[in-house]
């Protein structure tokens, strides 16, 4: 290693060059970009390549071939010192708001493509690099494009509508719902496009000039060419990093380092520095020794250089195919597909070849294909080069190969296939892409000229071991015999026998992964019976093609009603709209919690956190913490002046734990630092003593066995549900768990806390819910008054209830830290940290007991929930209220009684979530029918129609109201999802096919809105009118994506007879309007609405005496003419809501103000060997009275309906047996993606629909859809069913929630799954706890 000064670090960034003397090797990209330049419109959700939000695009210049690549990347993952002589372009560098905005940015926000926007710069970024590259991209470019790129609030939908609109394929009579296609011959009969209301105006959208994109740096080019290539050196505060020039220099290096790590793509070496603390002194970045990068064919194969990234592999390799014989491209073609499911393209576009091998992941996608089609590795090293074969003996353990340290992977050797050879890949993950595989295999057989005799096979697979493993003695007992059903029979035999997973291995899903070593040789199989045939070497018949599951995202139908012929065309109450924010959501101008400039001396603040789940503190050593660079303080349960613990329902819960703990996330202390890295450091360095205490809790069954649960239980009752069981034709009890959910918004906790400097006077700038509970809270815990706290909220990235509880807790803790120092100190959780401390959604399990007549009827039914609370009781009563308040959703029945508890364990606390307890009761009651429909041999949905409420109707709690609506929605989404002609359809198909089968379901909802706690129903607002006429609201709802801050202004604009764009609302602050209430329960617009309303129609009234005068006046004229007159411009105005209540002990209430009414159908098709499923359509009908904004709404419903999709059919938060949350990131954690989308996803408003409890007639719709993804879930149980009945199995079955394709597929009872023994429970630890 060179002993001299650093060299200087030089890339450009948006088109300026940035040199750099002092490159610090630990500083990603993201952080440089954030931290040091300012451009915050780039953001961070995971800090580990998982979700997206951090995009930008990096652009190099190739000297070989005198090109310029231009691709996306995670700027979390770049190295910085990794982007010498790189230009990287971000959100700020494609356009903004100030001069002008890129046509992606204008086409995502334009279509409502942003809610949050959160994710929006990460979502502008990829399709910008894909315009880059292609600027007339495929759908299937798009999705492939956008699927690293998470969202939680769209549903993705408008997203992929407003990229589709750079896509000429789409742009038929398709886009924007036509049902049919002029490409497939069809006449398309469907109304015309102008004569529906759309929800955006493709017209208008500005062209793409690919001619006024950013040049690349002429410099950079000249750099490249010319410079004299010499070792780059860039030395930071504890980490080297030396860049050589050339392979021999390389080699002398690692010969030199051999332990230091090559760094190319640092998508593994970046996530052990991150998440694993692994550390490295020195790491060597060989991007510069163009030998590595070297592609060459030869007579045999392709040598492929294994610095490729994994894109320029797939692009290499594709490129070949069609030059070359079919026969010998089968292992090429294998590696594309696996390529093109491998992680996303931001991983793909840096990951290498090399770095993929050598990181020898247990799950790695190439390794087995690259195995079973027997490539060799070309290595380096000072003694020489080398070739060594991939196969069983090149993996050694987890993460291991026998390659020695020292040693370089060169080039990888894809050999040609030959005639008679057939090569298949095949994977299944938790998620279809941007997803780790459970089990993946590359299949390899070749067979005698002529023949169906196997003269040479080899079978890989990963995800079962530590290692890619070899399924030796299987191939050893196929070589020479024919491939039939014998064989194959013996093979999987043998294979059960050789690849065992013991029954607590990592990773968990045992009879699962086993039974896929199963069924993806027997999709090998059917692949390679196919060949034979083709080759006329098998004449028998053959069992079904298996065909890929349907991917083809098609238009979609958003449907609403025009707003009346009257209504003047300067009002935009009822007219689509587009976020208030969009498009400087889009441009990255947006600013968030963590955008607002570092203050100075601020301090960052990071938390440490119990790792015992029961414990008693012994001891809290902070000496070696505080003596690192860097530390500052810190903070303990000691320090904090006034309350220590936050009181609710009568439970305390301490803000930072002082004697025990209680879980494994607890917080126990904060350090505060200079920087964040430092104050990392300093966090690991504290150090907890304990002394466990005996028997945590953990699951319902623990806590049922223990009888711990938070009061008060409640219970419910109506008719003599005991009685009623003695008169009916049939009984049958049965349950369903349903999961947890993580909140996942894509912006984490964030706060940042300054003291005023006088009177113990505090800004506290946040990300919450609820800026009156933050206010109270701090103020508790400074032991001051709430006048000297103010709570500023300019817009969340995302809640879902998440930022209410748990936020005021963490800003009481960054309030101690600011009033110990007197500095302004920030809090931002990294994304395991939120997912580790914050809780979620509750998991509840359900038991119930049906009676019902043989016609259906269902008499009486008994219900028994218990929802797992965590260790703090946060709103978990109210949770267990609502639960009970919605047992009944659309069904009339007549005997009905419920208990519902909350359960103390030792795990984080849960809290609010979307639904409030109604997505978890939801899917009990369904499926209560669902059992009930499957024992009497019907459709699940005459069941449902003989027990719906019809007529004047009284709920269980006595609450009277018309179901009419509620059954306008499910006649009308009946009708236009074609109900009765697809059932008969999917009949057929699954009768046609054996593997694959389809399901569909139908599911209504009548969802209570507004708080039942009565007080809670209030707002307030402030307007102001300036004396150049501009408005400026402000109101007691927080925007965060839900879209109430444009339509507070659509109010306005209504009220005040002005232009939208005459207001603006620029935060939510506490000393604007006090006492606000949360923005929850559906109720923000309902409730703030009214107040803004308030507010301007006395604004408007204490003009009238001047608009009489002046009729022809503008609004301009009459408010200067008011402010001469002295009229107060400015007014508040309040909304004292309904006096909403429910009596537990009478059993009775009237605790909604209306219910929202919907039904939602959803189809969908499973492969029955993998669990894989694919939504092909859903149809969701929503009365919503008369929507105030028809395009914020339907965004809520999309969104809400995916958030669902994702709880009932993916999402699954694991725990270890010690009560530890193994899924912390979006690695381990899966949140719908765009390949969740359903294919076809239409959405209809119902008409004519009024509503006189809300304004203007409209209805809220934040919470309601979540339930109706329980759609997918009856779809997914539907086609189980289907499959099931194969195996002469019928009647109800166990699925529990979420229905991923784990459950899914063990659930079809396939003969595969069904060949794995179970495991006797008891006989082992499981690797995690159904909690
Ligand atoms: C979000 C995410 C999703 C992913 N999804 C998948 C997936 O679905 N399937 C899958 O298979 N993988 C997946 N991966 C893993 C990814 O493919 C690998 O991390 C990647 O291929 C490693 O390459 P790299 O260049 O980034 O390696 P680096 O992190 O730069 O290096 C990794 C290791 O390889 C060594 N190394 C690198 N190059 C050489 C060389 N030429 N010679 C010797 N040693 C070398 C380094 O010393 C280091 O130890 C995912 C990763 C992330 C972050
Ligand atoms: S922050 Fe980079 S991918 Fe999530
Ligand atoms: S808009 Fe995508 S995360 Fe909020």
Same mark, same amino acid.
Request: aromatic fraction near 8%.
């Given at each position: 290693?060179?002993?001299?000064?650093?060299?200087?670090?030089?890339?450009?960034?948006?088109?300026?060059?940035?040199?750099?003397?002092?490159?610090?090797?630990?500083?990603?990209?993201?952080?440089?970009?954030?931290? *040091?330049?300012?451009?915050?419109?780039?953001?961070?959700?995971?800090?580990?390549?998982?979700?997206?939000?951090?995009?930008?695009?990096?652009? &190099?210049?190739?000297?070989?071939t005198k090109t310029i690549i231009h691709y996306s990347a995670?700027?979390?993952?770049?190295?910085?010192?990794?982007?010498?002589?790189?230009?990287?372009?971000?959100?700020?560098?494609?356009?903004?708001? *100030?001069?002008?905005?890129?046509?992606?940015?204008?086409?995502?926000? *334009?279509?409502?493509?942003?809610?949050?926007?959160?994710c929006t710069p990460g979502m502008v970024m990829s399709m910008?690099?894909?315009?880059?590259?292609?600027?007339?991209?495929?759908?299937?470019?798009?999705?492939?494009?956008?699927?690293?790129?998470?969202?939680?609030?769209?549903?993705?939908?408008? @997203?992929?509508?407003?990229?589709?609109?750079?896509?000429? +394929?789409?742009?038929?009579?398709?886009?924007?719902?036509?049902? *049919?296609?002029?490409?497939?011959?069809?006449?398309?009969?469907?109304?015309?496009?102008?004569?529906?209301?759309?929800?955006?105006?493709?017209?208008?959208?500005?062209?793409?000039?690919?001619?006024?994109?950013?040049?690349?740096?002429?410099?950079?080019?000249?750099?490249?060419?010319?410079?004299?290539?010499?070792?780059?050196?860039?030395?930071?505060?504890?980490?080297?990093?030396?860049?050589?020039?050339?392979?021999? +220099?390389?080699?002398?290096?690692?010969?030199?380092?051999?332990?230091?790590?090559?760094?190319?793509?640092?998508?593994?070496?970046?996530?052990?520095?991150?998440?694993?603390? @692994?550390?490295?002194?020195?790491?060597?970045?060989?991007?510069?020794?163009?030998?590595?990068?070297?592609?060459?064919?030869?007579?045999?194969?392709?040598?492929?250089?294994?610095?490729?990234?994994?894109?320029?592999?797939?692009?290499?390799?594709?490129?070949?195919?069609?030059?070359?014989?079919?026969?010998?491209?089968?292992?090429?073609?294998?590696?594309?597909?696996?390529?093109?499911?491998?992680?996303?393209?931001?991983?793909?576009?840096?990951?290498?070849?090399?770095?993929?091998?050598?990181?020898?992941?247990?799950?790695?996608?190439?390794?087995?294909?690259?195995?079973?089609?027997?490539?060799?590795?070309?290595?380096?090293?000072?003694?020489?080069?080398?070739?060594?074969?991939?196969?069983?003996?090149?993996?050694?353990?987890?993460?291991?190969?026998?390659?020695?340290?020292?040693?370089?992977?060169?080039?990888?050797?894809?050999?040609?296939?030959?005639?008679?050879?057939?090569?298949?890949?095949?994977?299944?993950?938790?998620?279809? +892409? $941007?997803?780790?595989?459970?089990?993946?295999?590359?299949?390899?057989?070749?067979?005698?000229?002529?023949?169906?005799?196997?003269?040479?096979?080899?079978?890989?697979?990963?995800?079962?071991?530590?290692?890619?493993?070899?399924?030796?003695?299987?191939?050893?007992?196929?070589?020479?015999?024919?491939?039939?059903?014998?064989?194959?029979?013996?093979?999987?035999?043998?294979?059960?026998?050789?690849?065992?997973?013991?029954?607590?291995?990592?990773?968990?899903?045992?009879?699962?992964?086993?039974?896929?070593?199963?069924?993806?040789?027997?999709?090998?199989?059917?692949?390679?019976?196919?060949?034979?045939?083709?080759?006329?070497?098998?004449?028998?018949?053959?069992?079904?093609?298996?065909?890929?599951?349907? &991917?083809?995202?098609?238009?979609?139908?958003?449907?609403?009603?025009?707003?009346?012929?009257?209504?003047?065309?300067?009002?935009?109450?009822?007219?689509?709209?587009?976020?208030?924010?969009?498009?400087?959501?889009?441009?990255?101008?947006?600013?968030?919690?963590?955008?607002?400039?570092?203050?100075?001396?601020?301090?960052?603040?990071?938390?440490?956190?119990?790792?015992?789940?029961?414990?008693?503190?012994?001891?809290?050593?902070?000496?070696?913490?505080?003596?690192?660079?860097?530390?500052?303080?810190?903070?303990?349960?000691?320090?904090?002046?006034?309350?220590?613990?936050?009181?609710?329902?009568?439970?305390?819960?301490?803000?930072?734990?002082?004697?025990?703990?209680?879980?494994?996330?607890?917080?126990?202390?904060?350090?505060?630092?200079?920087?964040?890295?430092?104050?990392?450091?300093?966090?690991?360095?504290?150090?907890?003593?304990?002394?466990?205490?005996?028997?945590?809790?953990?699951?319902?069954?623990?806590?049922?066995?223990?009888?711990?649960?938070?009061?008060?239980?409640?219970?419910?009752?109506?008719?003599?549900?005991?009685?009623?069981?003695?008169?009916?034709?049939?009984?049958?009890?049965?349950?369903?768990?349903?999961?947890?959910?993580?909140?996942?918004?894509?912006?984490?906790?964030?706060?940042?806390?300054?003291?005023?400097?006088?009177?113990?006077?505090?800004?506290?700038?946040?990300?919450?819910?609820?800026?009156?509970?933050?206010?109270? $809270?701090? $103020?508790?815990?400074?032991?001051?008054?709430?006048?000297?706290?103010?709570?500023?909220?300019?817009?969340?990235?995302?809640?879902?209830?998440?930022?209410?509880?748990?936020?005021?807790?963490?800003?009481?803790?960054?309030?101690?830290?600011?009033?110990?120092?007197?500095?302004?100190?920030?809090?931002?959780?990294?994304?395991?940290?939120?997912?580790?401390?914050?809780?979620?959604?509750?998991?509840?399990?359900?038991?119930?007991?049906?009676?019902?007549?043989?016609?259906?009827?269902?008499?009486?039914?008994?219900?028994?929930?218990?929802?797992?609370?965590?260790?703090?009781?946060?709103?978990?009563?109210?949770?267990?209220?609502?639960?009970?308040?919605?047992?009944?959703?659309?069904?009339?029945?007549?005997?009905?009684?419920?208990?519902?508890?909350?359960?103390?364990?030792?795990?984080?606390?849960?809290?609010?979530? &979307?639904?409030f307890g109604v997505p978890q009761t939801l899917l009990v009651?369904?499926?209560?029918?669902?059992?009930?429909?499957?024992?009497?041999?019907?459709?699940?949905?005459?069941?449902?129609?003989?027990?719906?409420?019809?007529?004047?109707?009284?709920?269980?709690?006595?609450?009277?109201?018309?179901?009419?609506?509620?059954?306008?929605?499910?006649?009308?989404?009946?009708?236009?999802?074609?109900?009765?002609?697809?059932?008969?359809?999917?009949?057929?198909?699954?009768?046609?096919?054996?593997?694959?089968?389809?399901?569909?379901? @139908?599911?209504?909802?009548?969802?209570?809105?507004?708080?039942?706690?009565?007080?809670?129903?209030?707002?307030?607002?402030?307007?102001?009118?300036?004396?150049?006429?501009?408005?400026?609201?402000?109101?007691?709802?927080?925007?965060?994506?839900?879209?109430?801050?444009?339509?507070?202004?659509?109010?306005?604009?209504?009220?005040?007879?002005?232009?939208?764009?005459?207001?603006?609302?620029?935060?939510?602050?506490?000393?604007?309007?006090?006492?606000?209430?949360?923005?929850?329960?559906?109720?923000?617009?309902?409730?703030?609405?009214?107040?803004?309303?308030?507010?301007?129609?006395?604004?408007?009234?204490?003009?009238?005496?001047?608009?009489?005068?002046?009729?022809?006046?503008?609004?301009?004229?009459?408010?200067?003419?008011?402010?001469?007159?002295?009229?107060?411009?400015?007014?508040?105005?309040?909304?004292?809501?309904?006096?909403?209540?429910?009596?537990?002990?009478?059993?009775?209430?009237?605790?909604? $103000?209306?219910?929202?009414?919907?039904?939602?159908?959803?189809?969908?098709?499973?492969?029955?060997?993998?669990?894989?499923?694919?939504?092909?359509?859903?149809?969701?009908?929503?009365?919503?009275?008369?929507?105030?904004?028809?395009?914020?709404?339907?965004?809520?419903?999309?969104?809400?309906?995916?958030?669902?999709?994702?709880?009932?059919?993916?999402?699954?938060?694991?725990?270890?047996?010690?009560?530890?949350?193994?899924?912390?990131?979006?690695?381990?954690?899966?949140?719908?993606?765009?390949?969740?989308?359903?294919?076809?996803?239409?959405?209809?408003?119902?008409?004519?629909?009024?509503?006189?409890?809300?304004?203007?007639?409209?209805?809220?719709?934040?919470?309601?859809?979540?339930?109706?993804?329980?759609?997918?879930?009856?779809?997914?149980?539907?086609?189980?069913?289907?499959?099931?009945?194969?195996?002469?199995?019928?009647?109800?079955?166990?699925?529990?929630?979420?229905?991923?394709?784990?459950?899914?597929?063990?659930?079809?009872?396939?003969?595969?799954?069904?060949?794995?023994?179970?495991?006797?429970?008891?006989?082992?630890?499981?690797?995690?706890?159904?909690?």
């Open positions: 290693m060179s002993a001299k000064a650093g060299d200087t670090l030089c890339v450009f960034i948006n088109g300026k060059k940035v040199t750099e003397d002092h490159a610090d090797p630990e500083t990603m990209l993201l952080s440089f970009l954030r931290g *040091k330049l300012r451009l915050t419109g780039t953001k961070s959700g995971c800090g580990g390549g998982g979700c997206g939000a951090c995009t930008v695009m990096v652009s &190099r210049y190739q000297p070989a995670n700027a979390c993952l770049l190295p910085l010192c990794q982007l010498h002589g790189a230009a990287v372009t971000t959100v700020e560098g494609i356009g903004s708001s *100030k001069a002008r905005i890129h046509p992606v940015q204008e086409r995502i926000a *334009k279509a409502h493509g942003s809610q949050c926007g959160f910008y690099a894909l315009l880059r590259n292609k600027p007339q991209p495929t759908m299937e470019d798009i999705t492939q494009a956008l699927a690293g790129n998470m969202c939680r609030c769209t549903g993705y939908r408008p @997203i992929v509508d407003g990229c589709r609109t750079f896509c000429q +394929e789409a742009n038929c009579c398709q886009t924007n719902g036509g049902t *049919k296609c002029c490409f497939n011959g069809e006449e398309n009969n469907d109304e015309p496009e102008n004569e529906k209301p759309q929800l955006f105006d493709k017209e208008e959208f500005l062209p793409l000039d690919p001619t006024q994109e950013l040049i690349f740096p002429p410099e950079l080019i000249l750099m490249a060419e010319t410079a004299n290539p010499q070792t780059l050196t860039f030395l930071g505060e504890r980490m080297t990093w030396v860049c050589p020039a050339s392979l021999e +220099e390389l080699v002398q290096l690692k010969t030199r380092h051999p332990v230091a790590p090559l760094v190319m793509g640092n998508t593994n070496i970046g996530p052990d520095i991150k998440f694993k603390g @692994i550390f490295h002194p020195l790491i060597i970045s060989p991007i510069r020794v163009q030998e590595l990068f070297e592609v060459s064919q030869t007579p045999q194969g392709v040598r492929v250089g294994a610095g490729c990234s994994l894109s320029e592999v797939r692009s290499v390799l594709e490129k070949l195919v069609p030059q070359l014989q079919e026969e010998k491209t089968e292992l090429f073609r294998a590696l594309i597909q696996q390529l093109g499911n491998l992680g996303n393209q931001q991983i793909r576009n840096v990951a290498s070849l090399g770095g993929n091998i050598v990181s020898a992941y247990p799950n790695s996608d190439l390794n087995p294909v690259l195995a079973a089609g027997n490539c060799r590795v070309g290595v380096i090293c000072s003694e020489g080069r080398r070739e060594v074969p991939l196969n069983q003996d090149f993996f050694v353990g987890f993460g291991k190969t026998t390659l020695k340290p020292e040693e370089i992977v060169v080039s990888v050797f894809i050999p040609f296939t030959t005639k008679g050879e057939f090569v298949r890949a095949f994977r299944q993950a938790p998620r279809k +892409e $941007a997803s780790f595989a459970t089990v993946t295999t590359g299949m390899r057989v070749r067979f005698s000229e002529g023949s169906r005799v196997v003269q040479d096979v080899s079978i890989y697979y990963g995800g079962i071991g530590p290692t890619t493993v070899s399924a030796t003695k299987t191939c050893k007992a196929v070589i020479g015999r024919p491939w039939d059903e014998e064989t194959l029979n013996r093979a999987y035999d043998i294979l059960l026998d050789e690849l065992v997973i013991p029954p607590s291995a990592p990773g968990g899903k045992v009879e699962f992964r086993r039974s896929l070593t199963l069924s993806l040789l027997f999709k090998f199989n059917l692949e390679v019976l196919q060949k034979l045939r083709e080759m006329n070497v098998v004449t028998d018949e053959l069992p079904e093609k298996l065909l890929p599951l349907p &991917r083809d995202i098609q238009p979609s139908l958003q449907e609403f009603q025009f707003v009346s012929k009257d209504q003047s065309d300067q009002d935009p109450v009822g007219r689509p709209m587009m976020h208030r924010s969009a498009i400087i959501h889009a441009t990255g101008e947006a600013v968030y919690c963590d955008d607002i400039p570092k203050r100075d001396g601020e301090l960052f603040l990071v938390l440490v956190t119990s790792s015992r789940p029961h414990a008693k503190i012994t001891g809290l050593d902070v000496s070696d913490a505080l003596q690192l660079p860097g530390v500052v303080d810190v903070v303990t349960a000691k320090d904090i002046p006034g309350k220590k613990a936050r009181e609710m329902f009568g439970y305390s819960e301490e803000l930072l734990a002082e004697s025990e703990v209680a879980c494994i996330g607890q917080m126990v202390c904060a350090v505060l630092a200079d920087t964040k890295a430092h104050a990392k450091r300093g966090a690991a360095a504290v150090k907890i003593t304990y002394e466990d205490l005996p028997d945590p809790i953990f699951t319902i069954e623990d806590a049922i066995e223990k009888s711990s649960f938070y009061e008060p239980k409640r219970v419910i009752e109506r008719g003599n549900v005991t009685k009623a069981f003695e008169n009916v034709d049939r009984i049958h009890e049965g349950g369903i768990r349903i999961g947890g959910q993580e909140h996942f918004y894509m912006e984490t906790q964030s706060m940042l806390v300054v003291p005023v400097g006088e009177e113990m006077e505090f800004d506290v700038y946040i990300s919450t819910q609820w800026p009156a509970l933050i206010q109270d $809270a701090v $103020a508790e815990t400074l032991n001051i008054s709430a006048n000297r706290v103010t709570c500023h909220v300019k817009r969340v990235g995302g809640a879902f209830g998440g930022k209410v509880i748990k936020t005021s807790i963490l800003a009481s803790i960054t309030s101690v830290a600011a009033w110990k120092t007197n500095r302004a100190v920030r809090c931002v959780l990294e994304r395991g940290e939120d997912m580790l401390i914050t809780g979620g959604r509750h998991p509840v399990r359900a038991t119930y007991k049906v009676g019902f007549m043989n016609d259906g009827r269902i008499v009486a039914a008994d219900i028994e929930y218990y929802a797992n609370a965590g260790c703090a009781v946060d709103e978990s009563t109210l949770i267990a209220e609502k639960i009970l308040l919605h047992m009944d959703n659309a069904y009339n029945i007549p005997n009905l009684r419920g208990r519902a508890a909350s359960c103390r364990t030792n795990l984080p606390s849960n809290t609010a979530f &979307r639904g009651v369904e499926n209560m029918l669902n059992d009930v429909a499957l024992l009497l041999g019907r459709p699940a949905h005459q069941i449902q129609e003989i027990n719906m409420y019809k007529g004047p109707s009284v709920t269980h709690y006595k609450f009277e109201f018309s179901p009419e609506n509620m059954l306008r929605c499910w006649e009308e989404c009946k009708l236009k999802c074609d109900y009765s002609a697809r059932r008969r359809a999917i009949d057929q198909f699954n009768q046609q096919n054996r593997w694959k089968k389809r399901g569909m379901y @139908i599911a209504p909802i009548k969802y209570g809105i507004a708080f039942s706690e009565g007080f809670l129903n209030q707002a307030a607002a402030l307007v102001h009118i300036y004396k150049d006429g501009s408005v400026l609201v402000t109101h007691g709802g927080t925007e965060m994506g839900q879209g109430i801050h444009t339509k507070m202004q659509q109010v306005a604009s209504r009220e005040l007879h002005i232009p939208t764009s005459k207001i603006y609302i620029s935060e939510t602050s506490t000393n604007t309007v006090p006492n606000t209430c949360p923005s929850a329960a559906s109720f923000g617009t309902d409730a703030n609405g009214m107040a803004v309303k308030n507010a301007c129609e006395i604004l408007y009234k204490r003009l009238e005496p001047i608009r009489q005068k002046d009729p022809k006046g503008s609004w301009e004229s009459w408010i200067g003419t008011a402010f001469f007159e002295k009229i107060s411009l400015s007014a508040t105005g309040y909304f004292r809501g309904p006096d909403l209540y429910m009596d537990w002990k009478k059993m009775e209430g009237e605790p909604y $103000a209306y219910f929202t009414f919907g039904a939602c159908c959803s189809e969908v098709e499973l492969d029955c060997l993998t669990g894989d499923y694919r939504t092909v359509r859903t149809d969701l009908v929503m009365d919503l009275g008369r929507s105030v904004n028809p395009s914020v709404d339907i965004g809520q419903i999309e969104g809400a309906f995916t958030q669902g999709m994702g709880l009932y059919t993916l999402e699954e938060l694991k725990f270890s047996p010690t009560g530890l949350l193994y899924t912390r990131g979006p690695s381990q954690y899966k949140i719908p993606a765009v390949c969740d989308m359903p294919l076809r996803f239409n959405v209809y408003l119902l008409p004519n629909s009024d509503n006189p409890h809300a304004i203007y007639s409209s209805k809220g719709i934040g919470e309601p859809v979540i339930s109706l993804g329980s759609s997918v879930f009856f779809a997914i149980k539907d086609a189980a069913a289907a499959a099931r009945s194969m195996s002469g199995l019928v009647g109800p079955f166990s699925l529990d929630s979420p229905a991923t394709p784990e459950k899914a597929c063990l659930a079809c009872a396939s003969p595969f799954t069904q060949k794995v023994p179970a495991n006797k429970p008891g006989s082992f630890k499981p690797w995690a706890l159904n909690i």
